[in-house]
Structures are given as structure tokens and as C-alpha cells.
């Protein structure tokens, strides 16, 4: 009796508590391993969307920077070509005026036949130019803009506002929404100032 009593006593309590602790503990422990895990696992999850989306964002920033440049290669790979030909363009132009009047008057046959042979050229290369995307500019009357023309010699002429295209002595291009070759002007001097805009620079 003493033995059992003994056995089933304080000591025995204690050791059943320290075994009910020790497994509690151990419970805990494996909790909050699983709880750090499950952190670190979201923050690798948060990681990779980041890498994704910043991934996605790059790719597509990158298709549209190709889009770009395949567009502009299609548009302004003739640019180079196509100044040299409105330079040949320019000489069938002069080789026309530089005609007398007095001969042009005198109908002559041959004559008349190459003119119209000359202008039929001058005509067919602007279209075929015109068929790639350059534009004649029409500066004549607009105010001064140097982004498209090139000022050669100012003209007195308080009739006209100051700054205004009165005339073109070499007509200007563009391609696309680029200028293949700026217009060479004359500009009013003297007149009313052009009316400002709202948003635009003043004229010099």
C-alpha cells in the first residue's frame, strides 16, 4: 500500500505536468513553424507576382517599341532617297523656267513636245513620291513656323502681319509627320503683329 501510494503521490503529478508541457510545447513550436513557413512562402508568392507583372510590363513596352520601329522603318526608309529625288525634281523645275516666254509663245512643235515631256516627268515623280507619304507644304499665307521653313530675306509690307509667308522660293516636304526638307521663304516685315494663341510662342 505504501509503494502505491507512493507511486500515485506528488511526484508522479509532476512528471504527468512536465509530460502535458512538454507536448504543448512541442505543439507550439511546430504551430509557429508552420506560421513562418506560410510567411515566407506568401512573401516568395508576393516576390514572383512582382517578377511577373514587372516581367509583363517589360515585354510589353518592349512589342510596342518594336511596333514603333518597324512602323518608322516603313515610313522613313525612302527619306534619303526621296531627297535626292525631289533634287532632280527641283532641276526639271528650273530646266521648265528657265524656257523664254517668247519661245513658249512661238508654239514651236518640238519644242511644246518637250516641255510637255518634261512636265509629264516633273508630275509623275511627285505622285510616286507622294504614293510614299511626301507632302508638298503650302507655306504661302501662314504665319512663320521654323519647325517647316527656312526664312531666306524678309519682305516690308505693313499690309501683311508681321511674320506671314509672302513667298517660296523652294518648296518644302515632309514624310510622314517628319519634314523631309524645310521650305526656303520670304517673310513679312512690318505689318500687325499675328494675333497670339492661346498655348503658342510668341513670334520673334
Do not use: C
Not at 513636245?113 to 507619304?133: F, K
Not at 513679312?188 to 510662342?201: D, L, R, S, W
Amino acid at each position: 500500500m505504501t509503494e502505491d501510494t507512493n507511486k500515485n503521490g506528488p511526484e508522479a503529478y509532476e512528471t504527468e505536468d512536465a509530460a502535458v508541457a512538454a507536448e504543448a510545447a512541442g505543439e507550439v513550436g511546430t504551430e509557429a513553424a508552420e506560421a513562418d513557413a506560410l510567411e515566407a512562402a506568401r512573401a516568395e508568392a508576393a516576390d514572383l507576382r512582382d517578377r511577373y507583372l514587372r516581367l509583363a510590363a517589360e515585354m510589353d513596352n518592349l512589342r510596342r517599341r518594336t511596333e514603333r520601329d518597324v512602323k518608322d522603318a516603313k515610313s522613313y526608309s525612302v527619306a534619303g532617297f526621296a531627297r535626292d529625288m525631289l533634287a532632280v525634281s527641283d532641276n526639271l523645275r528650273r530646266a521648265l523656267d528657265a524656257i523664254p516666254a517668247e519661245a513658249r509663245a512661238a508654239g514651236e512643235a518640238g519644242l511644246d513636245a518637250l516641255i510637255e515631256g518634261v512636265e509629264m516627268t516633273e508630275r509623275s515623280m511627285l505622285s510616286a513620291l507622294e504614293r510614299h507619304g511626301v507632302k508638298k507644304l503650302e507655306p504661302e499665307g501662314q504665319k512663320f513656323d521654323p519647325n517647316f521653313h527656312q526664312a531666306m530675306f524678309e519682305v516690308p509690307n505693313p499690309n501683311v502681319p508681321n511674320n506671314t509667308v509672302v513667298q517660296v522660293v523652294q518648296a518644302g516636304y515632309t514624310i510622314g509627320d517628319r519634314v523631309l526638307r524645310p521650305a526656303m521663304v520670304g517673310v513679312a516685315k512690318g505689318g500687325p503683329k499675328i494675333a497670339i494663341v492661346e498655348g503658342e510662342t510668341p513670334a520673334a
